[in-house]
């Protein structure tokens, strides 16, 4: 059963105030009785002593003579003290008697004092009143004192005196009744004072456990002190608890979120595990890089599928994180992405193992990079070792005699010159990829005529159209100004690359088409050939470094690869835009864009 400590106290106290009353009022009863006793056992000795005065007698003679005097004596004691006083014969046959109880020469009823005094010859003062006579009758103090014969010692006479102990016995009950009222005030005031002190005390109590409640729920409301006592420095500490934990709370919740808000936007999957492989965290991330229908909710059958062969058993094991390099992790790929999984375990405050949190790094990026790194570099190797080993096997030829057919001589020699100036100029294009690359590269910007640059790289590539039959047709507005901010020598290595391009890739006899526009925003040169064109796949790589859709072909007019990369760059430094749009068997137009120069 619940108790309050209300309930309790008043309880205690009660029980104190009663065990207190009742002991206390038994010794006062005691002693009230006792006094009482006292007292009419002295009047009774008195009594006695006063009718033995009276009596003065010493012989048996002198008794009979003297009874009649006593009489009037008695008659006065009964009057004053309502006592019974009887005179007996040595055998304890009554003589006198105060009341009419018993006849003269009746054997007064064996009182236990009678026969003692008969037996012993001594005064006996019954000692206790006999409050529990077992016939019910009246309570009697009784003393008796025996007369002797002076001459022969033989007992001449017994004084016996009775009263009823029923006064003490009522005085003793009024004074019970007293003490029973006074127990009932003093329980009635220490349940009234217990009540209030024990409110004084629960009423904090109960105040800091209604706000401990509050504080589990979340509130961290202040309990007001009202006092400097135990329970006061209680809700003191209280405060501070709440006060401290508020703080340790807050700071918790917003640790929270950041990790929270940290792990929704980072670019990275994190997902969560626990001690039993069952997941229980993952990002948007995680979603986007697994595909939301695939994530299962143990780790066992996530990764299999991925064709990632990792146990959960074995990582928090520590085993198999031993044999991944910490640093590189495993690799996963998911549709032509690349994932680095990264791996570790997470442990509680006392260090035990709780569960893993793996991390998947997106490093598609890196890893074409990686791959177009390793090509570029193949590529180059490539692209220098061909004319090399031509100039070498030509050489040879030379050497081994054909110097001197001087014919064949000369076309050798023409070869070596054309393949010397191939890696000349691969060597220059690398240079001004890698000055690109590495931002070095200079631009000296000034305000340039466009049309003027447009028109004098036609005039230089007119010989090469001319060659192959090409019909040139350009238009721009004579009107209009095409001033831009450019480096004058960049622009015209971007037009001779892209008109080359065209004349190139197009089958004799084709229609090369320049035409520039301008508006407020642009100035826009569009080149357009009726040449082999391009496929899409190709088109969508066409910017890349030594690529080239045939490379026979393109080797063979002298191309390596690099000249549209290097376009593209020169136009972005100039802030421009380059758009390439081709049908296959029917032609390319490249359009690049820039934007005029307004003072
Ligand atoms: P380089 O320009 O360095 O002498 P290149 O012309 O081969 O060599 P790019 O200018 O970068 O290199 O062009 C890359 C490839 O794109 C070419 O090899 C060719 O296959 C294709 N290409 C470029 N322009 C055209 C075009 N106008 N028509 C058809 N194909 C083209
Ligand atoms: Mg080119």
Redesign the pocket.
């Known amino acids: 059963m619940k108790t309050s400590i209300q309930w309790k106290i008043v309880t205690i106290y009660l029980s104190l105030v009663l065990v207190i009353m009742v002991v206390s009022g038994t010794l006062i009863i005691y002693d009230i009785e006792n006094t009482y006793y006292e007292k009419l056992k002295n009047e009774l000795v008195d009594a006695a002593e006063m009718i033995e005065t009276r009596l003065a007698v010493e012989t048996d003679e002198q008794l009979e003579e003297s009874i009649d005097e006593v009489e009037k004596t008695l008659s006065m004691l009964v009057a004053l003290n309502k006592h019974d006083i009887y005179i007996l014969d040595a055998t304890g046959h009554l003589l006198l008697g105060s009341t009419s109880k018993y006849a003269i020469g009746q054997l007064v009823p064996s009182k236990q004092v009678i026969p003692k005094v008969i037996d012993k010859k001594q005064a006996v003062t019954l000692d206790w009143p006999n409050f529990a006579s077992q016939d019910g009758g009246p309570e009697y103090v009784e003393h008796a004192r025996p007369i002797m014969d002076k001459n022969t010692g033989d007992l001449l006479a017994i004084i016996y005196v009775m009263a009823d102990a029923s006064d003490i016995y009522n005085n003793v009950f009024n004074a019970m009744k007293t003490i029973s009222l006074a127990s009932m005030v003093a329980m009635a005031i220490a349940a009234l004072f217990s009540a209030i002190f024990a409110r004084m005390i629960t009423v904090p109590i109960k105040q800091l456990t209604k706000s401990s409640k509050q504080l589990a729920e979340g509130s961290f409301s202040r309990i007001p002190i009202y006092s400097t006592d135990e329970i006061g420095q209680l809700t003191q500490s209280f405060n501070y608890m709440a006060t401290e934990l508020s703080r340790t709370m807050g700071a918790i919740s917003s640790e929270k979120s950041k990790l929270e808000k940290i792990l929704q936007n980072m670019a990275d999957g994190v997902m969560a595990f626990n001690r039993q492989g069952v997941l229980i965290h993952a990002n948007p991330v995680c979603s986007e890089i697994l595909g939301e229908n695939r994530i299962d909710h143990r780790f066992d059958f996530i990764f299999p599928k991925f064709g990632v062969d990792v146990s959960f058993d074995q990582l928090m094991k520590n085993e198999e994180r031993e044999n991944i390099k910490a640093d590189e992790g495993i690799m996963m790929e998911i549709e032509e992405r690349y994932y680095n999984l990264h791996f570790a375990p997470y442990s509680n405050s006392l260090g035990e193992s709780e569960g893993l949190v793996v991390v998947m790094q997106d490093v598609t990026n890196q890893q074409k990079l990686d791959q177009m790194r390793k090509e570029f570099v193949a590529n180059v190797s490539h692209e220098l070792r061909t004319p090399l080993t031509t100039v070498k096997s030509y050489t040879e030829t030379l050497l081994d005699g054909a110097i001197d057919d001087r014919e064949i001589a000369v076309q050798f020699l023409r070869v070596m010159e054309k393949e010397a100036d191939r890696m000349t100029n691969l060597v220059k294009?690398l240079l001004e990829l890698s000055r690109i690359d590495n931002k070095q590269m200079q631009l000296d910007l000034r305000a340039i005529d466009f049309r003027s640059i447009v028109e004098d790289t036609l005039e230089a590539q007119k010989i090469h159209i001319e060659k192959k039959g090409h019909r040139l047709i350009y238009e721009a507005n004579p009107e209009l100004d095409y001033i831009m901010m450019g480096d004058s020598a960049r622009i015209r290595q971007i037009l001779h690359?892209i008109l080359s391009?065209?004349i190139?890739?197009s089958i004799d006899t084709g229609t090369i088409t320049v035409k520039l526009y301008k508006n407020k925003d642009w100035i826009t040169l569009q080149v357009q050939?009726t040449?082999?064109?391009?496929a899409k796949p190709d088109l969508a790589r066409?910017f890349e470094r030594f690529?080239?859709?045939?490379k026979a072909r393109?080797r063979s007019q002298?191309?390596?690869?690099?000249?549209?990369?290097i376009v593209k760059e020169m136009v972005e430094l100039h802030d421009g835009t380059i758009h390439i749009t081709s049908k296959v068997g029917k032609g390319?137009t490249v359009t690049v864009q820039f934007k005029p120069y307004t003072s």
């Not at 690529?547 to 045939?550: Q, T």
């Not at 002298?558 to 549209?564: A, F, R, Y």
């Open positions: 294009d690359n391009n065209a190139k890739y050939d040449g082999i064109g391009i066409i690529f080239r859709v045939d393109s002298g191309g390596t690869g690099l000249g549209l990369s390319t």
